[in-house]
């Protein structure tokens, strides 16, 4: 076993676990798809066969918070759905991620008026941003690979 | 042209766009309620018939079952906003017929003060969303509907946000919004080389 | 009676037994899994047997009238793309013919060839999607990726015309943003066979299908007599029997000149449904070919210059381009109609879309209201989905090709 520079056992160890655990999360990550809009039509297309995104290892929708830790904010949230927004999202259990999918879900889109929701960032905390009205399907994987990127470089909390 | 001259020569005559002849179940119609409750005119060549409050259930039945007229199906209900006039609200009813291909639009006028108008799902029930949708965004009440309650906007929302004096951007927000707080990657693992 | 037998009297005297019976309360969304948009709806259950069913709306309440109003005639456009967002074409010509006829200006041949040639590829696009969610939702995944592989054909042949796969702001008042491109017609000429090949397999896959013809036939019946009365257009109310198709009814644009079928059903139910977008898009790529054959040359904007932008050489070469170009663009400048109202309906891929639009002679709308050809069809579920089992929720749903951006707008 060797001993870490601060002097402490296993630290190389440890940094070994976080990138094992990364790599297996990041290729393993099971979505809970909230469409509502136009950019659920994106969605679609990359889900499927021309775009596939099972090959990045996400091709699973899980249809239940408790089964999936990535949560794509797919299109406008408003108001009226900010509380549903909120309780899928504390019902997601660790550890999770969310994806704003869209112009809408990241910063309000084209619709700056009193029923819609500037970003649902302000709602919940979002690690990747994927722009675009709706967003090309080339554009919704690089965001994915960025994602995975983040997920694979995460410290994990003992 | 929205006051209509009693001499029917004279109708024909003075309509705007074009000169159209006025089809005999809109004569009917106005012997039924009276010549002050109906006012008719061909905006673009649409037949456009104001009827006044009271009388548009009775307009409304006579519509769809006169057998010239024939509007059974009901097509949209809405409310257009005239701020600074009065009347304030005028409430757009289209109606087509599908045995004839004819259609007609009908525009009730009603003032701000009291915002009702008696409901049409009686004759049409297919009007019971579109009523709810017009009192949710112009607060418009329908006496007599079943249901009068909101449908785009929730409950706690209040005001009505498609009448002109009500701002765009004015929000009501349901949960707290938090500011986003911007990550920074300081807590990472440097992956293998 | 051996001991076998003894075991199962009691049984038969228990069930004649009054054996008490909850209602159970099911709430199915705003958040669920079928992509047409976000809706509850709420059943009240004893067993399997809905007794009592309501839905909510309104998740999706983006102000799209509020938002018209704020902005110029032609930016309107962009919002329309966003109502019924699988077939966009069809709300952006909707408005815009809206907007002429309040102008008076009518479009050249070819601007209006090129609206009717993408709108009906628009409508297969709908349609296909329409079929294929449903097919999933009952099971039938492969459906749904054939389905989605026929969509990209079309999303390339929009994307080459229009720019954009989806939210594609094509038309503008006099006409369209530009012409079709070099090759449009070959391309158009190789995707649409492939598109129709899809089509016959989904024929094959589910049509005569044990399973997808038990779940959907006689389910949501709904006679023509009550489809009119509950405010049924599209695809449903031609089901029901009554041939109701405003392209015929009530024709616009050059829809007369073309010779298509309109198909219409017997029951009602959601088989019949499913039959009728599947013709209807025959119908569709039967307008198509003829559209191509007859394409005429020539402008495809409106050569009137309050309201067609000039040629871009013509803007930078000389003063009278640049001013015509700053009269269309600034704020507060811009297209003008003359005062008053007009009712534009047009067939959209769920039924009659209409666009009333009011003028006061600003350059900004005074009133834009779109009529949404699913707020009936959502309206009747509940009346639908009496006597039926809690299952049956799903296909009825997916019939009706609920698209959640025009239902709340």
């Known amino acids: 076993m060797e001993i870490g520079s601060d002097g402490i056992p296993g630290v190389a160890l440890t940094s070994k676990l976080d990138l094992a655990l990364g790599w297996g999360r990041k290729y393993s990550l099971f979505l809970y798809p909230f469409v509502t809009a136009c950019c659920g039509m994106e969605y679609m297309s990359v889900a499927c066969a021309h775009y596939d995104i099972d090959r990045f290892g996400a091709g699973l929708p899980r249809f239940s918070p408790r089964q999936s830790d990535l949560l794509f904010v797919v299109g406008t949230i408003s108001h009226k759905i900010t509380p549903v927004v909120q309780i899928v999202y504390e019902q997601m259990t660790e550890p999770k991620w969310v994806v704003a999918f869209g112009a809408c879900a990241s910063a309000g889109g084209p619709y700056d008026n009193y029923a819609t929701v500037q970003g649902v960032d302000t709602i919940i905390p979002v690690d990747v941003y994927i722009p675009g009205c709706p967003p090309r399907p080339e554009t919704v994987l690089d965001g994915l690979i960025k994602l995975q990127q983040k997920i694979q470089t995460r410290k994990i909390e003992l | 042209m929205l006051v209509t001259p009693p001499n029917r020569l004279l109708r024909l005559v003075i309509y705007k766009n074009n000169i159209m002849d006025i089809p005999a179940y809109i004569e009917r119609l106005e012997e039924k309620i009276g010549t002050d409750n109906l006012q008719t005119n061909y905006p673009h060549d649409q037949l456009t018939i104001t009827v006044s409050r009271d009388k548009i259930q009775e307009a409304l039945q006579f519509l769809r079952d006169d057998d010239e007229a024939l509007f059974d199906h009901f097509m949209d209900l809405t409310a257009v906003d005239y701020i600074g006039k009065q009347p304030r609200f005028q409430v757009v009813i289209h109606l087509v017929s599908i045995p004839k291909s004819q259609r007609i639009r009908i525009k009730i006028n009603i003032d701000d003060d009291s915002a009702e108008m008696p409901t049409i799902t009686g004759i049409y029930p297919a009007a019971d969303w579109f009523e709810r949708e017009c009192y949710d965004l112009y607060g418009i009440r329908f006496a007599g509907h079943p249901n009068l309650k909101r449908i785009m906007l929730y409950d706690e929302f209040e005001g009505y946000p498609l009448r002109k004096d009500y701002p765009i951007r004015k929000r009501q927000p349901r949960v707290e919004l938090r500011k986003p707080e911007v990550r920074r990657s300081d807590e990472t693992v440097e992956p293998p080389r | ?409």
């Open chain 3, 1 to 409: 009676m051996t001991t076998k037998e003894k075991q199962f009297v009691g049984v038969a005297e228990v069930m004649e037994e009054e054996i008490p019976v909850e209602e159970m309360f099911l709430n199915m969304g705003p958040s669920h899994p079928s992509m047409h948009g976000i809706v509850r709806i709420m059943v009240r259950i004893t067993g399997e047997r809905i007794v009592w069913s309501d839905v909510e709306i309104g998740y999706l309440h983006r102000a799209f009238e509020k938002s018209v109003e704020a902005n110029s005639w032609n930016s309107a456009t962009i919002y329309t793309d966003r109502l019924n967002y699988v077939s966009p074409i069809i709300n952006n010509v909707g408005y815009c013919m809206a907007v002429e006829k309040l102008l008076g200006i009518t479009i050249p041949e070819r601007g209006e060839y090129v609206r009717v040639l993408l709108s009906e590829i628009s409508r297969i696009a709908d349609h296909i999607t329409a079929v294929g969610a449903a097919a999933m939702e009952l099971g039938a995944f492969t459906a749904f990726l054939y389905t989605m592989k026929a969509r990209e054909y079309c999303y390339e042949l929009i994307e080459s015309a229009c720019g954009a796969r989806i939210t594609t702001n094509f038309a503008r008042v006099g006409g369209i943003c530009a012409d079709l491109p070099e090759g449009f017609e070959s391309e158009c000429r190789k995707y649409m066979p492939m598109v129709a090949d899809v089509i016959v397999e989904l024929d094959k896959l589910l049509t005569r299908n044990r399973i997808f013809i038990d779940r959907t036939k006689n389910i949501g019946a709904v006679s023509g007599e009550d489809a009119v009365k509950l405010g049924f257009t599209g695809p449903l109310l031609r089901a029901s029997g009554v041939a109701y198709d405003v392209r015929r009814a009530f024709p616009y644009s050059i829809y007369e000149t073309f010779d298509f079928a309109v198909p219409v059903g017997t029951n009602g139910d959601v088989f019949d449904r499913y039959l009728v977008r599947m013709e209807e898009m025959r119908q569709s790529m039967k307008i198509v070919y003829q559209c191509l054959d007859k394409l005429p040359d020539g402008p495809v904007n409106a050569i009137d210059k309050t309201v067609t932008k000039p040629d871009k050489t013509d803007v930078y070469d000389n003063i009278e381009g640049l001013m015509n170009q700053f009269k269309l663009v600034m704020d507060g400048h811009g297209i003008n109609p003359p005062p008053g109202e007009f009712y534009q309906p047009v067939e959209a891929g769920n039924g009659e879309l209409g666009f009333y639009v009011v003028s006061d002679g600003t350059d900004k709308p005074y009133k834009c209201r779109c009529r949404p050809p699913c707020f009936p069809l959502v309206q009747a579920i509940p009346f639908m989905l009496k006597d039926h089992m809690v299952a049956d929720v799903v296909p009825i749903f997916g019939s009706i090709n609920m698209i959640g951006g025009e239902l709340d707008r």
